[in-house]
């Protein structure tokens, strides 16, 4: 049986290169999704390890076992470690924060002491000296190439100590180092200052995270590790952890391999519905090889061929195609891996990324391509042969409603379909994801049963419209529902893909215009900008004479701390901004809150609701405000007037009123600020300072709002942190939903790839089954043009149904889906990205009129008289 097997592999080798291609792509995306995850294992290993790779062992505090009081790694506890016998060195891991202020810009930064032990620091001078005296730093090569900076340079400095107390100085860049990898730092400006500095940064009773230990020469480990942990003990610590770097670096990445699991999880869920529909493609090419071998293998038993021997050859051809199928696949995720992390690791923040190839992605990968070509290849052979050599000449009949197996499908897919689908609505309205997932999986699988049933019909529905247009269209409607079964599985595979890729579509299209109104709702305009001085700085950045860096200092800010009608000019000037408003302190009600006013028509130009600004005599606040009425007094007068609330859905806390509001009050003086009181009754009231509120141009993407957020941080002269609002909020949430929706499309691509092969290789078997038929038509006066024109619309009938059929089923999945999602906390806005739809489509017929080139000219280049004399 093994001869004959690889015999009929030679002899139908061209149709069995749709199969190989399926198989292998399928097993490529397994074993690509489990390099994924040890890849991305390894690398933040390589991260993590970082800051440990050069110490023998690391000391600190075991978090995971229980402990009644607050135990503080510090000073006492690293001298006593460093005093074990054996240690040579101890250098804390430890970091704090600061702001450095540069000459293009404002920037946080983790600062960190430059180790005094040369074989436990944690980065390398590339150039310049190490920092020693007070008012000298290094940064790391990234973030100096990024900002402009350079040894030389000064910056200012900025930050607190334990005690309250503000650090302000300026310090000169001494040297630059190399950026670390670690996580914990790597998104930051690095500084690293000397020990003597590094102790204004954390005071008297610093908390280190971890101690770095270097050993003697010859020092023994073990004895060394039970000695430091007994140190640690008698200094307070009650559950000291010793470890070596590699198991301090493993402790670490326990913490990460969570998010990396679910991730994981994720891509195999797409994995598995390429495999899915990859063993559909393999299903129906062995169901129709076996079917055009009917008189061979019917021959076959008639000179004494067990059925067993004979299932068993096509099980072995199956056996040869997988293996071989699935070892492409993987070496084909290798090659794709390497690549990846090749150019991954090229970006200055993914340095550390590694490929890394687990046993399991290339076993799972063999094991599974070739399993699922036999399984596949299984319920054909079995069919084949479970029939009598003479009866072998008749054909099995389709699923029908008419047949046993049909009514089965038909009963099942009913009652899965029904039951899912109720699931699915139920899940909606209760805005219960696990539950509309479910329904929406069983419904799904209830519809595929029940495809047999409708999609020929479907297609043949379809091709009566064409039917009309000449001979060549009608023979191809009737060709594409000729062998339901096989029509069937070729549409199903390619209906599974068009699915889900629809519902991924609808489902993101919506969930993005359902946050966007409900941000438009708790966010009344795009861009907030505060004064600086409400953050206790002038513009630039330098601290308010007298200020400790909190907002508020209890007196009022000088105009170079306060945003007014220059900036606003200023603002009004950048590109991208179609409206800017001035909100200045006005008044204040009886809790000691601040109320603000700038022109009406000035506040219809930029509520993203017009409809929100407050008439005369109102005042608008959030939802949060309980009152229908305040009583409100302007900022130099004591008399109180009544004014009605306005209430909006947005949880913004400042209340705004127009000027002619504000002008009607005793006492009401334009502009100023606000410092820090104390009402009557107790409460305390804030410092108040003018506030900016920008009109965003329309039209604008999600990467043109977040350059806009910083020119107006860059032309006003505050840092990026003072600029917020509904836009960059929007804007990030937009770019992670289209990031998310490009990498799920992408995975899904795989499925509807390998479907599009699926109608390649059904057109493909078709021409060569039909080889007679096609030299008779040819004989009988059908030209080659109208030859391959049949063949041309035969598969765009059979994939256009499947794609509008799947087009259909994935909004329906898509709009419950995102109502079960978001439905909780948002109300759900129906959004169709109709363009994308129809793309689509589009690209699905004009795939399928692409396979059917390469059949339908073999078909065409066969003359009449040589069709003729085939068998």
């Not at 102790?199 to 270097?214: H, N, T, W």
């Not at 499908?409 to 609505?425: D, P």
């Not at 309980?626 to 004014?643: R, Y």
């Not at 994935?810 to 959004?831: D, E, I, K, R, W």
Request: cysteine-free; aromatic content about 4%.
């Amino acid at each position: 049986m093994l001869k004959l097997a690889l015999a009929n592999i030679r002899t139908y080798s061209r149709r069995l290169i749709a199969v190989t291609l399926a198989v292998m792509i399928g097993t490529a995306f397994l074993s690509a999704t489990l390099m994924v995850n040890s890849s991305a294992t390894a690398s933040l290993e390589r991260s993590i390890g970082e800051a440990y790779q050069h110490a023998d062992l690391v000391a600190g505090i075991d978090t995971d076992q229980p402990t009644t009081d607050v135990e503080v790694l510090g000073v006492k506890q690293l001298e006593a470690v460093a005093a074990v016998p054996g240690v040579a060195a101890v250098e804390p891991q430890t970091t704090s924060g600061a702001r450095i202020a540069t000459g293009t810009g404002d920037y946080n930064a983790v600062v960190h002491p430059y180790a005094a032990d040369a074989q436990l620091r944690t980065t390398t001078l590339v150039s310049g000296t190490a920092p020693t005296g007070g008012s000298q730093v290094t940064v790391d090569e990234k973030h100096a190439e990024q900002y402009g900076l350079n040894t030389g340079d000064t910056v200012g400095v900025t930050g607190s100590a334990p005690d309250g107390s503000a650090l302000d100085y300026t310090a000169t860049i001494t040297g630059i180092t190399t950026s670390s990898n670690s996580p914990f730092l790597g998104s930051n400006l690095q500084v690293a200052v000397s020990g003597d500095r590094y102790a204004f940064f954390v005071g008297s009773a610093p908390d280190y995270q971890s101690l770095m230990i270097r050993l003697d020469d010859g020092a023994d480990a073990a004895a060394v590790t039970t000695a430091a942990a007994d140190a640690l003990k008698a200094h307070g610590i009650s559950h000291p952890s010793v470890m070596t770097a590699q198991e301090r670096t493993v402790t670490e990445l326990a913490s990460f391999t969570g998010g990396q699991d679910q991730f994981t999880v994720i891509l195999l869920v797409f994995a598995l519905i390429a495999l899915v529909v990859t063993g559909l493609v393999v299903m129906n090419t062995f169901a129709v090889l076996v079917a055009q071998r009917t008189r061979e293998l019917a021959l076959l038993r008639t000179l004494g061929a067990m059925r067993a021997q004979l299932r068993r050859s096509v099980l072995v051809e199956a056996l040869v195609i997988g293996v071989v199928s699935s070892a492409l696949g993987v070496l084909l995720a290798i090659g794709v891996m390497a690549g990846l992390v090749g150019y991954v690791s090229t970006l200055p923040e993914a340095s550390f990324a590694v490929l890394a190839v687990s046993p399991i992605s290339v076993i799972a990968g063999l094991a599974v391509g070739t399993i699922m070509t036999l399984i596949a290849a299984w319920a054909p052979a079995r069919r084949a042969m479970s029939v009598a050599p003479l009866a072998a000449l008749r054909p099995a009949d389709d699923a029908s409603v008419h047949n046993r197996i049909g009514k089965l499908r038909l009963v099942f897919g009913v009652l899965l379909a029904l039951g899912g689908g109720a699931l699915l609505a139920f899940g909606a309205v209760s805005h219960n994801l696990l539950v509309g997932f479910f329904g929406g999986l069983l419904s799904f699988i209830g519809i595929l049963m029940l495809a047999s049933l409708f999609l020929p019909g479907t297609v043949r529905a379809v091709g009566r419209l064409f039917s009309g247009s000449g001979v060549p269209a009608k023979l191809a409607s009737l060709n594409a529902v000729r062998n339901p079964g096989r029509t069937t599985a070729t549409a199903t595979a390619l209906l599974i893909g068009v699915t889900l890729v629809s519902m991924m579509m609808v489902g993101a299209q919506t969930t993005k215009q359902s946050f966007g109104a409900e941000l438009g709702r708790n966010y009344l305009v795009d861009f907030t900008v505060d004064s600086p001085a409400a953050f206790g700085e002038t513009f630039g950045g330098a601290p308010l004479p007298g200020s400790s860096g909190e907002a508020g200092s209890g007196t009022t800010a000088p105009d170079s701390a306060q945003l007014g009608d220059s900036q606003a000019k200023t603002a009004s000037t950048v590109d991208g901004v179609s409206a800017v408003a001035l909100l200045t302190p006005v008044a204040q009600d009886q809790k000691g809150d601040v109320l603000y006013a700038a022109d009406a028509d000035v506040l219809a130009k930029v509520l993203n609701d017009p409809a929100l600004v407050p008439a005369d005599g109102e005042v608008l606040a959030g939802q949060s405000e309980e009152a229908k009425q305040l009583k409100v007094h302007a900022l130099e007068s004591t008399d109180s007037s009544t004014l009605k609330v306005k209430r909006s859905q947005s949880d913004f806390s400042m209340a705004i009123m127009t000027t002619a509001t504000a002008k009607q009050l005793a006492g009401y003086a334009p502009g100023g600020s606000v410092a820090e009181t104390t009402t009557e009754d107790g409460s305390y009231s804030m410092a108040a300072y003018p506030v900016l509120w920008i009109k965003a141009a329309p039209g604008l993407d999600s990467g043109q709002l977040q350059d806009l957020g910083r020119s107006l941080a860059s032309e006003l002269r505050v840092p990026d942190y003072q600029v917020t609002g509904g836009a960059m909020e929007k804007a990030l949430f937009t770019q992670v939903i289209d990031t998310l929706l490009l990498v799920v499309s992408g995975l899904l691509a795989v499925a509807v790839f390998i479907a599009l092969i699926g109608v390649a290789n059904t057109l493909s078997l078709s021409v060569l089954e039909r080889t007679r038929e096609s030299a008779l038509l040819r004989a009988l006066g059908l030209t080659r043009g109208q030859l391959r024109g049949m063949l041309a619309l035969e598969a765009v009938l059979i994939a256009g149904v499947a794609a509008l059929l799947g087009i259909v089923l994935g909004t329906t999945y898509g709009v419950l889906g995102a109502q079960s999602a978001v439905g909780s906390f948002a109300t759900v806005t129906l959004s169709l990205p109709w363009g994308q739809l129809l793309l689509v489509l589009g690209v699905s017929v004009l795939a399928a009129l692409a396979a059917s080139i390469v059949p339908a000219r073999r078909a065409a280049r066969l003359s009449p008289v040589e069709g003729l004399a085939t068998e």
